[in-house]
């Protein structure tokens, strides 16, 4: 019978092409086999279905990821990068006439809210301690 506690699936492999590579192809067998969240329902549902395709069981989700992770590290990156983007894009376009046109992408923003920074606050607050 084959020893395999230490090993784990990689076993199979038995003696052959070294331990440095058995060991990395169990630590990917590790990563694609674990449960991560889905990004739609947030549900410990994502399966891989082929290399870089992950779907979800519960919403049916099809999305493009990692080879062996749903989320790669690159990815991340670029998602806060994109993010940082249209943060700054929103922030310098503000101040600007026509932001309703702009607007209209961004949800939960509505008209009536007003964005107050820490320059607003800070000057609103020194006119009404003046004020007193």
Same mark, same amino acid.
């Given at each position: 019978?084959?020893?395999?506690?230490?090993?784990?699936?990689?076993?199979?492999?038995?003696?052959?092409?070294?331990?440095? *590579?058995?060991?990395?192809?169990?630590?990917? $067998? %590790? %990563?694609?086999?674990?449960?991560?969240?889905?990004?739609?329902?947030?549900?410990?549902? *994502?399966?891989?279905?082929?290399?870089?395709?992950?779907?979800?069981?519960?919403?049916?989700?099809?999305?493009?990821?990692?080879? +062996? @992770?749903? +989320?790669?590290?690159?990815?991340?990156?670029?998602?806060?990068?994109?993010?940082?983007?249209?943060?700054?894009?929103?922030?310098?376009?503000?101040?600007?006439?026509?932001?309703? !046109? @702009? *607007? !209209?992408? *961004?949800?939960?923003?509505?008209? $009536?809210? @007003?964005?107050? !920074?820490?320059?607003?606050?800070?000057?609103?607050?020194?006119?009404?301690?003046? !004020?007193?």
């Amino acid at each position: 019978m084959a020893r395999t506690k230490k090993v784990g699936s990689t076993g199979r492999y038995g003696a052959r092409y070294g331990a440095k *590579l058995r060991r990395r192809v169990l630590d990917i $067998e %590790k %990563k694609t086999s674990e449960p991560a969240r889905c990004p739609s329902c947030a549900t410990k549902a *994502l399966k891989r279905e082929a290399v870089g395709l992950w779907k979800c069981n519960k919403c049916n989700l099809l999305f493009a990821g990692g080879a +062996y @992770v749903p +989320y790669t590290e690159a990815g991340k990156a670029a998602k806060r990068a994109i993010a940082q983007r249209i943060a700054g894009d929103f922030l310098a376009l503000r101040d600007d006439e026509n932001i309703e !046109d @702009v *607007l !209209d992408f *961004l949800p939960n923003i509505h008209e $009536e809210e @007003v964005v107050l !920074d820490a320059e607003t606050v800070s000057t609103s607050e020194t006119k009404d301690t003046d !004020d007193e």
